[in-house]
């Protein structure tokens, strides 16, 4: 039986896994299934750059008001998370490692836009790029603005 893709896609799924486990080739959608693999990938770079942007803005929020660290945990409940659930996604993707700088670069901007946003700082309190490195960003141990920092 034959399922089909537009009507049933939980039933396409299942049929086309048992197929390939099989080694069916003729009962492949091959088209769909294509797309369906590109688009796990799709998933995986913008969970990595959602994840990114919540670290980033709470690293800039940690450093840039430090009266409010000691007010709540949540900055560094956040802060913490996203680190590890990155570390997990990195982990079963090392691919995507050498895209964090990139997608840093390239959304920073709108990091910086969210900070100032959210903090009610002028956007001139922020640097213009970011003033960490991928290394920086992804370790637990880094805390800017602590005693740790060296910029």
């Not at 009962?27 to 995986?44: C, F, P, Q, T, V």
């Not at 008001?65 to 900055?75: A, C, F, L, M, V």
């Not at 079963?92 to 959210?118: C, G, H, N, T, W």
Request: charged fraction near 30%.
């Amino acid at each position: 039986m034959k399922s089909n893709y537009d009507t049933d896609f939980y039933e396409w799924t299942q049929h086309q896994a048992a197929a390939l486990a099989a080694g069916h080739v003729s009962e492949l959608d091959l088209a769909n299934l294509a797309e369906e693999i590109e688009s796990l990938g799709r998933n995986n770079h913008r969970e990595l750059s959602s994840r990114l942007g919540v670290l980033v803005l709470h690293l800039l929020k940690w450093r840039y008001q430090p009266e409010r660290r000691r007010t709540g945990r949540s900055w560094w409940r956040s802060i913490r998370t996203q680190r590890r659930e990155i570390r997990k996604l990195l982990n079963q993707s090392p691919s995507l490692r050498q895209r964090v700088a990139e997608i840093v670069a390239e959304d920073y901007r709108d990091f910086r836009e969210d900070a100032a946003a959210e903090t009610r700082l002028s956007q001139t309190t922020f640097p213009e790029t970011c003033p960490w490195t991928t290394e920086q960003i992804l370790d637990d141990d880094f805390w800017p603005g602590e005693a740790n920092e060296t910029d």
